[in-house]
Every structure is written in structure tokens, then in C-alpha cells.
């Protein structure tokens, strides 16, 4: 398969602006944790873990969006489920968590944001509004016209992704004084997330007929394309490209059940991980509430 994507080029494969973008924003966290904190009114400096969760969230945003993963994407459905869980279930955990509080102080706390954010990251709000648009998200009619033009793609991708980040934030808050959800609570929430999307994994699976035009030689798929194939390119190569099938392993059913699969697992995988997390967590925290027994008692038990 890797030596027939490249005939897409470099461009499509490995999406140097992107790249440059993903450079810029490391560089402007260096600049405003670094030499331009104290003017900005930060305290101290991001710690060794901060910066190195900052570093793979860059690193995972581009793989999602700049490597050749997302080509994949709009050849193959499993590639999509892949580049999904990258982009909403992992890269925002490490972003928030690689931002240090003082940071997030200044954008939380700010004039506009501030009630706005105190809504959309509430538990609740913030668990249905995600994980119900994710799974309409991928209904085949809102799906395909995502995949109709560069500006619906990437605005639908960025409104879920900010969605994404206020699940997050009520789930792993960064600041002390917004983790005011219960650990039982937390891993509740992240159960019924799993259940939804679970639901919308199992409708792809179970489909016994193509439900993406944007996946089908016969629909939009020369279309979709174009959203990260360069015009010239995609134009020089529309005559002797058929269809998905020419780059894919799999049939486009046999392609579509796998995703469907591949989302259901990944994202689950991510739930239990972050679930087993918190609880370990409330557990050490409860085991230290106890009080050891009095040396005295100790004493006359023995």
C-alpha cells in the first residue's frame, strides 16, 4: 500500500504547512513558558512532565493531521477510526495536561470565556454534547457533506475537537478548583461516553451495505480526496485512479465493518485505561485517610 499512496506525492503525504504550523506552535509554547513568561504574568515554569506531554501532543497532532494517516483517512475507513481516536480520544488529554495553570488561568478566567466555558464544561453538558455529535458526526449524510468542501471538513473537525476538550477538562481538569467531579462520577461518565459511541460503532459494523459515499469509486470519493490531495495533483492522476479499492487491502464493506471495530476498541481502550487510572487514584487517596493504629495499641495487642 505504501508505494501506492506516494504516487499522490509529498505534499499529500506528509503536509509540509501543517508541519510548519505544528513547529510554530512548539515554538510559541518555548517563548511564552520561557522567555516571555515573567511579562505575561506567569510564575514558574512548565515542569519536565508538562513539557514532554506538550511535546507528544504536538507529535500526536500531527501524526493525525499532517502524516500519511490522514491520506489514509480518505481512502480507507479504518484509517479514519484510527486518525478519530488520535484527534479527540489522546491528543487532548496531553495538551491540557502539558499546559501549565497559569496558562489556563489567563483563558478560563478571561472576561468572555469565563461563563461560556463554565457551561460547555460542566459533566454532564459536556459529556452529551460530545459524544452525541461524534456519533452523528459519522452518520452518512452529515459525514459525507464533511467530506464536501475544505471549509466544511475543517470546521466540523474543529468544533469536535473543541467539544472533545471540554469532555476532557470536566473528566482530567488541569486546575484544582474545576475538579470537583467525584471519582465514582468520573468513571460513570466515562462509561455512558463509551456506551454512545459504542452505538454508533456497532450501526457501521453491522451495515450490510456501504453507508459512505466519500469511501465509494462510484460516489464522492475523487471529491473527499481533494480535501488533502493538491488540485494539480489529483487532477493528473483522476483518469488512472479507479476507486479506494486500487489502494486498499480490503473491500469497502470489509474496510467499513473493520472500522467500526478499530473505533469501538481504541476508544474503549482509552476509557478503561483513564478509568483504571482515576480509580487506583480515589483508592491510594482513601487508603491514606485511615489512621494507623496508636503505637500504644499496638503494644497491648501483642
Request: with cysteine; aromatic share 14%.
Amino acid at each position: 500500500m505504501w508505494l501506492e499512496i506516494q504516487i499522490f506525492g509529498f505534499r499529500a503525504l506528509w503536509s509540509p504547512y501543517f508541519l510548519t504550523f505544528v513547529v510554530l506552535l512548539g515554538v510559541a509554547y518555548y517563548l511564552i513558558t520561557g522567555p516571555y513568561r515573567s511579562k505575561l504574568g506567569g510564575d514558574v515554569s512548565p515542569t519536565v512532565k508538562e513539557k514532554i506531554n506538550f511535546l507528544i501532543s504536538l507529535l500526536l497532532l500531527y501524526i493525525a493531521i499532517g502524516s500519511p494517516v490522514d491520506l489514509l483517512s480518505h481512502i480507507m475507513l479504518s484509517a479514519h477510526m484510527i486518525q478519530m481516536v488520535i484527534l479527540y480520544f489522546i491528543f487532548p488529554i496531553f495538551f491540557i495536561k502539558g499546559i501549565p495553570a497559569w496558562i489556563w488561568r489567563k483563558i478560563v478566567y478571561a472576561p468572555i470565556i469565563k461563563p461560556i466555558f463554565k457551561v460547555l464544561t460542566k459533566p454532564l453538558v459536556s459529556l452529551i454534547s460530545f459524544n452525541t455529535l461524534f456519533a452523528m458526526y459519522h452518520m452518512p449524510v452529515i459525514f459525507d457533506f464533511s467530506k464536501s468542501s475544505i471549509t466544511a471538513h475543517t470546521i466540523v473537525l474543529c468544533f469536535l475537537l473543541f467539544l472533545s476538550f471540554t469532555m476532557w477538562w470536566s473528566i482530567m481538569p488541569p486546575l484544582k478548583e474545576f475538579d470537583t467531579l467525584m471519582p465514582l462520577l468520573k468513571i460513570g461518565s466515562l462509561v455512558a461516553s463509551a456506551a454512545i459511541v459504542s452505538i454508533a460503532c456497532a450501526l457501521i459494523i453491522f451495515a450490510s451495505t456501504p453507508l459512505f459515499n466519500a469511501y465509494s469509486s462510484e460516489g464522492s470519493w475523487i471529491q473527499a480526496m481533494s480535501l488533502c490531495v493538491p488540485n494539480d495533483v489529483l487532477d493528473g492522476l483522476a483518469v488512472s485512479i479507479s476507486g479506494p479499492e486500487m489502494f486498499s487491502p480490503l473491500s469497502v464493506l470489509d474496510d467499513q465493518q473493520l472500522g467500526g471495530i478499530v473505533m469501538m476498541l481504541l476508544q474503549e481502550a482509552v476509557y478503561i485505561a483513564l478509568m483504571g487510572r482515576i480509580f487506583f487514584a480515589w483508592f491510594n487517596k482513601e487508603n491514606l485517610k485511615v489512621d494507623a493504629l496508636p503505637d500504644s495499641e499496638i503494644t497491648n495487642s501483642n
